[in-house]
């Protein structure tokens, strides 16, 4: 069974960098592509990020693209996603996803979710 585990979350300031991990106590999910999303207060969960089961490809939407990385840890049981130039636009909670897919970016095709970690960036 996977079971993901997000840390990392905070309050920050505007302009700062913060990573979130996001861990597997359960199985190894080497074998999953891994994604990041985003659910705002008031709004829909959205796609933050993705990347492929081997780690060489990923992908970003719009509003974080150039300013977040996502990665996957050295033991493969972890993916990261760096957050730079953070922006008070960027608060919401935050959850990361696993899927059979190859580098998914639609909710539906995640199968195993964390509970998120909340960030909070204040002005």
């Known amino acids: 069974q996977v079971q993901l585990e997000e840390s990392g979350g905070g309050l920050v300031q505007a302009g700062v960098s913060l990573t979130l991990s996001c861990a597997n106590i359960?199985?190894?999910?080497?074998?999953?592509?891994m994604g990041w999303f985003r659910q705002a207060p008031g709004k829909e969960r959205e796609f933050v990020a993705a990347?492929?089961?081997?780690?060489?490809?990923?992908e970003y939407s719009s509003s974080v693209k150039g300013r977040f990385t996502i990665s996957r840890g050295d033991s493969r049981n972890t993916a990261n996603l760096q957050m730079n130039n953070v922006k008070p636009e960027d608060t919401a909670v935050y959850y990361c996803?696993?899927?059979?897919?190859?580098?998914?970016?639609?909710?539906?095709?995640?199968?195993?979710w964390g509970q998120g970690t909340q960030v909070t960036v204040s002005s």
């Open positions: 996803a696993a899927s059979p897919g190859d580098i998914p970016t639609r909710e539906y095709e995640y199968h195993y």
């Open positions: 990347i492929t089961k081997s780690g060489d490809s990923a």
């Open positions: 359960g199985r190894t999910f080497s074998s999953f592509a």
